[in-house]
């Protein structure tokens, strides 16, 4: 005879639990029309992991390990959800900038951009589940085409276009998550810097850009901690004549991070972590200010050729558009005939557009020319 | 007086290697020996990865003489940007927007003409009309692509599939630095939908119809 429906007993918590995963084994599946094979990867091996987990829950009623599947599980449906959320069929400006970066730190990667009501950020969304998948004991080999890390960004609904303000932000956290194996988190918890050294970070591989960015997100001015300011310093980016007088603008703390950049902590990051230099931006930003004066996109350095042979850095293109909206807008507005504000946001919004093209057809244009050597034209 | 002339291979590469304002731009040119060839007298336009589907809808028809009845057709339409990794499927009869990848400048001296390749139009794929591009035109060009044959084609971002030719007009390329640029309507970087209702002669229309 079966043991009389208990529905609170231990018993139907491992069945309900292997009912929850089953139904998200399922729905994850559920992809939309258009789709990267990528992302069709991340479902399918997500799916199989939901599964394998049902499996478990109906085999193991023990409380000690329902709480782990649970917490997989947890996981499991937040990276499902990110993916239902970031079905943007036409990306925002955001997004662009964001997979151009991404495709730079790793190739073989996704970026899941979801807009919130609230807050900017970012984070690798696969890290959890690989962990809680070794503590379950379950082992899902990967489908092929699964993504290396997945970054999950976050941004302001409204803001998806500013790609002068929100990417540069979210990159920061690129970043840090591309700096696994160096303790960074533990230095700052100690010394309570953990935000000033990301920041750090950021402003040393995408230059004052980064620095400028900030004060887009703010309805009023704070102070940027002395930090990112020493890092810029030591790149020489205060005794650049075109930089300088706009750095001086910058709100800034002096005492804050003395010392910082003398730890072995720091000289491990500057090794992982190329930076832009100021004989970068000079050799590539007046090009593309130029071109922008000409309401053409930031794409290529080369100005008198015909075919793209020198497609422009993302992190130039970004500081070059920073420094123009600072610096030369006027120009734009002029030939825009911009008098009001809002004829001043939608020239904003023109920049915007030409700086998400140069993005776009730059890393198009690299693609472009490694398939070409791939196949020895 | 200036010729109206149609402009060959040699000639738009020189234009191209002008100083502003008389510079022609099309960026970025992938393969210039492909779609620039000198015996050439137009330049191969690239697929770029955004679309506009038009979807059947329940509206019952569009008046442009209506500027509000093209509101909803807008919101019938699907915009997708499949990246230049993926790839469209175009049906037989089946209606869809475009946009070149190239982004082009056209300098106040000349005019453009946009064509579909022949080699596309004999397997059924149709660039619409012949596509004036005026002169101080600056963007990329929407396409408007139609499957006339009875086979589904698949399209794929980056294949060349259309030409643009330059003709001379009797302009001075100085003037471009005087134009001013309406904000709204410059620097398209991806297919656009008819603005038919945004023309002037409506208000003369809709006087003729009281």
Not at chain 1, 296 to 309: A, K, R, T, Y
Not at chain 2, 103 to 111: E, N, V
Request: proline letters at 6%; glycine letters at 6%; hydrophobic letters at 40%.
């Amino acid at each position: 005879m079966s043991e009389p429906f208990n529905p609170f007993s231990e018993a139907y918590a491992s069945h309900n639990l292997a009912d929850q995963a089953r139904s998200l084994s399922s729905t994850v599946l559920l992809a939309p029309a258009q789709e990267s094979r990528r992302i069709t990867a991340l479902r399918h091996w997500l799916s199989q992991i939901a599964e394998a987990l049902a499996e478990k829950c109906s085999q193991s009623p023990d409380t000690s390990q329902r709480k782990k599947y649970s917490i997989l599980l947890f996981h499991v449906r937040g990276l499902a959800s990110h993916i239902n959320g970031a079905n943007h069929i036409v990306p925002p400006g955001i997004e662009v900038v964001l997979k151009a970066f991404q495709e730079q730190l790793y190739p073989n990667s996704i970026t899941l951009l979801n807009l919130h009501a609230l807050g900017i950020g970012g984070r690798d969304g696969l890290c959890d589940i690989t962990h809680l998948l070794s503590q379950c004991d379950i082992h899902i080999p990967q489908i092929q085409g699964t993504p290396e890390k997945v970054f999950i960004a976050n941004c302001r609904l409204g803001e998806q276009d500013n790609i002068l303000a929100s990417p540069l932000n979210i990159m920061a956290f690129y970043l840090y998550i591309a700096l696994d194996g160096i303790d960074t988190r533990s230095h700052n918890d100690t010394t309570g810097r953990w935000l000033p050294l990301s920041d750090a970070i950021a402003v040393r591989a995408l230059g004052p850009a980064f620095l400028f960015s900030q004060y887009d997100q703010l309805e009023k001015p704070l102070k940027v901690e002395g930090l990112p300011l020493q890092v810029l310093e030591a790149e020489g980016w205060l005794d650049h004549p075109t930089m300088r007088p706009l750095l001086d603008l910058v709100p800034h703390s002096e005492s804050e991070g003395q010392g910082t950049l003398d730890t072995p902590e720091w000289k491990a990051i500057c090794e992982r972590i190329p930076a832009y230099t100021p004989a970068q931006f000079d050799a590539e930003v007046p090009i593309l200010w130029e071109r922008l004066k000409q309401l053409l996109p930031p794409n290529e350095l080369e100005i008198d050729g015909v075919e793209s042979d020198k497609p422009a850095s993302l992190v130039s293109i970004l500081n070059a558009g920073w420094s123009f909206y600072l610096l030369h807008m006027e120009d734009l507005y002029k030939i825009l005939g911009s008098k009001t504000a809002q004829d001043r946001y939608d020239a904003k919004m023109v920049l915007n557009r030409l700086l998400t093209k140069g993005v776009e057809l730059s890393q198009i244009t690299q693609t472009w020319r490694t398939a070409r050597k791939a196949i020895g034209q | 007086m200036t010729s109206t002339s149609v402009l060959g291979g040699t000639e738009i590469k020189q234009r191209m290697r002008e100083p502003f304002p008389s510079k022609l731009v099309i960026t970025p040119i992938l393969n210039g020996d492909q779609q620039i060839p000198d015996h050439a007298a137009a330049v191969d336009l690239r697929l770029g990865p955004q679309f506009i589907v038009a979807k059947r809808s329940h509206f019952a028809q569009i008046d442009a003489r209506d500027a509000d009845s093209l509101t909803p057709v807008y919101q019938s339409q699907e915009h997708f940007d499949v990246g230049m990794e993926g790839e469209i499927v175009i049906h037989p009869q089946q209606f869809l927007l475009a946009a070149t990848l190239e982004y082009l400048r056209i300098p106040m001296d000349l005019t453009g003409s946009v064509i579909g390749r022949s080699s596309w139009g004999r397997i059924g794929l149709i660039i619409a009309t012949a596509t004036a591009v005026h002169p101080g035109f600056t963007g990329c060009l929407t396409l408007e692509l139609q499957n006339l044959g009875d086979t589904p084609i698949v399209l794929h971002p980056g294949t060349r599939i259309a030409q643009i030719a330059f003709y001379r007009v009797g302009a001075d390329p100085e003037s471009f630095t005087s134009r001013v640029y309406r904000a709204k309507y410059v620097a398209a970087i991806g297919p656009e939908f008819s603005r038919l209702g945004n023309d002037a002669d409506w208000k003369m229309i809709n006087q003729l119809k009281r």
